[in-house]
């Protein structure tokens, strides 16, 4: 019985009662509480063996660890590179370009209503988990006058953890980085239309 | 030779590209070497940016071709690519931000996988004012001098804000891309030679 959770897909981890993985739940309630008003954070990377350390902590028991010692900068790192090293990212593989196509819209509405369409198609771990870190990074953005974090750096910082093509080979042009960024900047300023 | 006075300056190309921890200030290091104004405005980079700066010196026109890359992980493999050809790289770290210090030793190890060897490395500890301010460094500069040895690299302890250091670093850079070129054509100017030779005595 893979009790603790050691997989590595989202639906794999110990969850909350909410369907979001302690993980994911843990590190954003970290961040809530002491990295609000922090400058640069989920920006400032952390120091990599440590983050790594923490990762593997979490990986093979995530209700027990403690994050009291650790730098928001750790914390928030290991959310990001949890997300990154997920088998599926939060945005599953097999639906980047229709997400990527959409991102394509010049109507804003248009857009809007795409997205909520492929909302909907998400697993539900998926969809609890995104609109989690959606909420929380909206959050980190209405205190961007301290952190310096407004909705464009964090949705910069944030995309590449979440989104992921289905081919890692493929040489990705600046222009399809600007689209994943595009739509996470959507996502944040029209929260209420998505995560109601 | 006649007129050899009158012979425009050789053009020299170089790439130079740019890595480090995101928000070390690599984008604002370059707009303060090519603009010579601070930019605070904090935003993130995307993927990879570049700007060209010609510089001339007593004996050539350099032109550097400067690439700046986002130091957010998953772009990595994107900088990746963009190491190669490379004939300089700067690694750099915020003096006042130990992790960044602590991880330049795996950004090293990308560049080391990617770059051909020869390749000229600087390391730069960046916003100087900062700790000069606070008085107290994160990083010495004892230790930022160690490690650029240990990796035999430039190092240079700059602000990208007040501008400290920041052309002397370059122009260091430049000097050494100049010769180690100089160097390499050297070279293969001796190997053309042995090879003519050889193929005169008909062997």
Redesign the interface.
């Known amino acids: 019985m893979s009790f603790q959770g050691s997989g590595t897909t989202l639906n794999d981890q110990v969850l909350t009662g909410d369907n979001v993985p302690v993980i994911v739940d843990r590190c954003i309630t970290h961040v809530e509480v002491h990295g609000l008003k922090e400058k640069?954070v989920y920006?400032?990377?952390?120091?990599?063996?440590?983050v790594q350390a923490l990762l593997d902590e979490f990986r093979r028991d995530a209700l027990s660890v403690s994050l009291n010692e650790y730098p928001v900068?750790?914390v928030a790192d290991t959310l990001?590179?949890f997300l990154?090293e997920l088998d599926d990212s939060v945005f599953e593989r097999i639906n980047y370009p229709a997400w990527i196509s959409a991102a394509g819209c010049t109507e804003l509405s248009r857009r809007l209503y795409s997205y909520e369409y492929y909302l909907k198609k998400m697993p539900s771990v998926h969809f609890n988990t995104l609109k989690r870190i959606i909420l929380h990074l909206h959050q980190v953005a209405e205190h961007c006058g301290v952190n310096?974090m407004p909705i464009?750096?964090l949705a910069?910082?944030f995309a590449?953890?979440l989104m992921r093509t289905n081919k890692?080979k493929v040489?990705?042009?600046?222009e399809v980085?600007?689209q994943e960024?595009k739509i996470i900047i959507d996502l944040l300023e029209n929260k209420d239309f998505f995560f109601h | 030779m006649q007129g050899e006075e009158a012979l425009p300056k050789p053009q020299r190309i170089f790439k130079v590209v740019f890595v480090g921890d995101s928000g070390v200030g690599k984008s604002s290091f370059l707009h303060q070497f090519c603009n010579h104004e601070f930019r605070g405005n904090f935003a993130a980079t995307i993927g990879v940016d570049f700007q060209v700066k010609t510089l001339e010196t007593k004996t050539s026109v350099v032109t550097l071709q400067l690439w700046d890359t986002a130091g957010q992980e998953r772009y990595r493999s994107m900088t990746k690519t963009y190491f190669r050809k490379a004939d300089g790289v700067i690694v750099m770290y915020d003096i006042n931000l130990e992790a960044s210090f602590t991880n330049v030793r795996n950004w090293m190890t990308s560049v080391q996988e990617q770059v051909e060897p020869g390749t000229v490395t600087m390391l730069v500890g960046n916003k100087l004012d900062t700790a000069e301010e606070a008085g107290t460094k994160a990083v010495k500069t004892k230790n930022g001098q160690e490690l650029a040895k240990s990796y035999e690299m430039l190092f240079y302890e700059v602000s990208a804000k007040t501008g400290a250091n920041v052309d002397d670093a370059m122009e260091d850079l430049t000097r050494l891309l100049q010769e180690k070129e100089d160097k390499k054509m050297e070279e293969v100017l001796q190997l053309t030679e042995i090879t003519t030779k050889k193929g005169c005595c008909g062997r």
């Open positions: 640069g920006r400032t990377a952390g120091q990599s063996s440590r900068a750790e990001k590179r990154r310096k464009t750096n910069s910082c590449p953890s890692d040489h990705l042009t600046g980085y600007s960024i």
